[in-house]
């Protein structure tokens, strides 16, 4: 891993955060008060815009317009807003760049989450603090944004062979840049402090078994919820095509009723259409 390290450090560099960005990470990831966010989120107007934008969307709109945080808070709830607040920091971090579909790829990440956050709702028995399951759903691959952000040129060649291909996508980038999406995002996420069990589903997603055994469950819940959203043909814009899935197969795997799975897809779709135009 050291060696992986040194190749993204010199290779890779890592993008900084802004520092409302980082302070909205820390407050959310220490479960803070609204009020506390709410006056950090107040220094970006453009993020503060697009959270009202959200409240005030067709899915949400109610009696009369939201015209403030606070409304927009009472609006959309603690869980939802902080949800919201963590995609527009991530989203607009990683600018649109190169042969990359930016649109596919946050559209396939938001949908993982809200799958991750749905089969963990209906699952039984797991250990996982609801919160980290959202962060975990809607970074897992948030490695392939970093790597096109930070060499465009050489991973355009990535997604063109990957899409070409059957071969993995992680399989192409390593033959071609020597570290894969997963190494990048432990590393990127690690230098960043996210808490160890965000930065095992970025890097174990599709090996949940080599995860650590206290972090392994987080990690399955992930990887089932990629592969049901693979299953639906919502790609993550770097290759076009995923496994089939097979409810019956897969839903067990985290304790999950295969019979729940058309009402698991629809709540996804329901929450999805709420705040998927805020993210592109």
Not at 78 to 99: C, D, K, N, S, W
Not at 189 to 206: D, K
């Amino acid at each position: 891993m050291e060696d992986i390290r040194a190749k993204l450090k010199s290779e890779h560099p890592l993008p900084p955060l802004p520092a409302v960005a980082q302070r909205l990470l820390e407050l959310i990831n220490q479960d803070a008060p609204f009020d506390d966010i709410a006056t950090v989120l107040a220094t970006d107007p453009a993020m503060a815009a697009r959270v009202l934008r959200v409240a005030n969307s067709a899915a949400l709109r109610g009696a009369s317009p939201i015209s403030s945080l606070t409304e927009a808070f009472l609006r959309l709830g603690t869980m939802q807003l902080r949800q919201l607040i963590l995609g527009l920091v991530f989203v607009h971090h990683f600018p649109r760049r190169g042969a990359f579909d930016y649109v596919a790829f946050w559209r396939h990440s938001l949908h993982v989450a809200l799958a991750a956050q749905q089969l963990e709702y209906n699952a039984l028995g797991l250990k996982l603090v609801g919160t980290e399951v959202y962060t975990a759903g809607l970074l897992h691959d948030i490695g392939i944004a970093y790597l096109n952000l930070t060499a465009t040129t050489r991973y355009k060649e990535v997604i063109v062979e990957a899409r070409a291909s059957a071969e993995p996508l992680a399989a192409v980038e390593h033959r071609l840049l020597g570290v894969d999406h997963h190494e990048a995002a432990a590393y990127l996420l690690g230098e960043w402090r996210f808490p160890p069990s965000i930065v095992a589903v970025c890097q174990h997603h599709s090996t949940p078994d080599k995860a650590r055994e206290n972090l392994r469950d987080l990690v399955r819940l992930v990887n089932v919820a990629d592969r049901l959203v693979w299953g639906q043909g919502i790609d993550n814009g770097a290759k076009r095509v995923g496994a089939d899935f097979d409810p019956l197969v897969a839903l067990p795997e985290i304790r999950v009723d295969p019979g729940r799975y058309e009402a698991i897809l629809a709540e996804i779709k329901a929450k999805a259409e709420q705040v998927e135009t805020s993210l592109t």
